[in-house]
């Protein structure tokens, strides 16, 4: 039993979303539930399927973030922790639904990611060998705050990648992926919730968070996992979703704007600007 001469609680973030209830509930494989077969005979815009194989990438690429996320102070927070095993699990799922899209039109000619030359190759290949050991050791200099930060991102990438799935089901207008996407936002959707409350909390008690995650968000790659992917296919991801649909794009900076701390970043937009020049 507390002793009340301890002071106050400490508020709990997130306090209202059950992460018990989160992993009793979770989704797994879709494949039962949705008709696939359909692009057989209506199969979808050859565009379409690029943007798609973007997205499975961005939504299959959890457990090299979660390597960067786990060697940080996240780790000591048990209710954090116990939602990314729940998140990542979904975000398989999510991502295996996409895959059977495209599986189900066969062979397709998508344009192949430009390879990098040898010398860029090898320097990525020492960069992600030593950035979970640098980027240990930075975080936990920050210390609990880097928390925020991960909170921060997470909330980000889901509205910047919720937004990318409707945007792909819009430009197409395929009623099937349409209803197989409006099934895997809602999917998202409670994924954000916990993200957002998490950010949200963490950034109104802690100026020194505000200032940290305003750092850090201002050097992030979006979405989150880009850096994996050839730069090709990230200038194609923003300039065929994004470039000519400038509401959307300041919807989400418009969202990020209200995390405490964070206005006026203009994250999404310059990301837009950034690869409207680029070759996709």
Request: aromatic residues 8%; charged residues 25%; glycine residues 6%.
């Amino acid at each position: 039993m507390r002793n009340p001469s301890d002071g106050p609680e400490e508020a709990v973030p997130a306090q209202g979303f059950s992460v018990r209830d989160y992993a009793r509930t979770a989704v797994g494989s879709h494949r039962s539930t949705m008709d696939f077969s359909v692009f057989a005979d209506t199969p979808l815009k050859p565009e379409t399927l690029r943007a798609l194989r973007y997205a499975i990438a961005m939504e299959s690429g959890t457990m090299g973030h979660l390597r960067n996320v786990l060697v940080t102070a996240t780790h000591k927070d048990a209710r954090v922790t116990a939602f990314l095993g729940t998140w990542a699990f979904e975000k398989f799922w999510i991502s295996d639904a996409l895959q059977q899209v495209l599986d189900a039109h066969g062979p397709v000619d998508l344009p192949v990611p430009r390879k990098r030359n040898v010398l860029v190759r090898f320097a990525n290949e020492v960069r992600d060998r030593v950035r979970p050991i640098a980027g240990s050791i930075r975080a936990n200099r920050v210390g609990e705050d880097m928390i925020a930060v991960h909170m921060a991102e997470g909330t980000i990438d889901e509205w910047l990648t919720q937004a990318a799935l409707k945007r792909i089901a819009e430009l197409d207008g395929s009623p099937a992926l349409s209803a197989i996407i409006d099934t895997l936002v809602d999917v998202k959707a409670r994924q954000l919730t916990f993200f957002e409350a998490q950010a949200r909390d963490r950034l109104s008690a802690s100026g020194t968070a505000r200032t940290v995650v305003q750092g850090q968000l201002r050097q992030a790659v979006w979405p989150i996992g880009a850096g994996a992917e050839a730069a090709s296919e990230t200038a194609f991801f923003f300039t065929y979703l994004f470039a000519d649909d400038r509401a959307a794009v300041a919807a989400i900076d418009a969202k990020i704007s209200t995390l405490p701390g964070q206005e006026g970043l203009s994250l999404i937009s310059r990301a837009v600007s950034a690869h409207r020049g680029s070759r996709a």
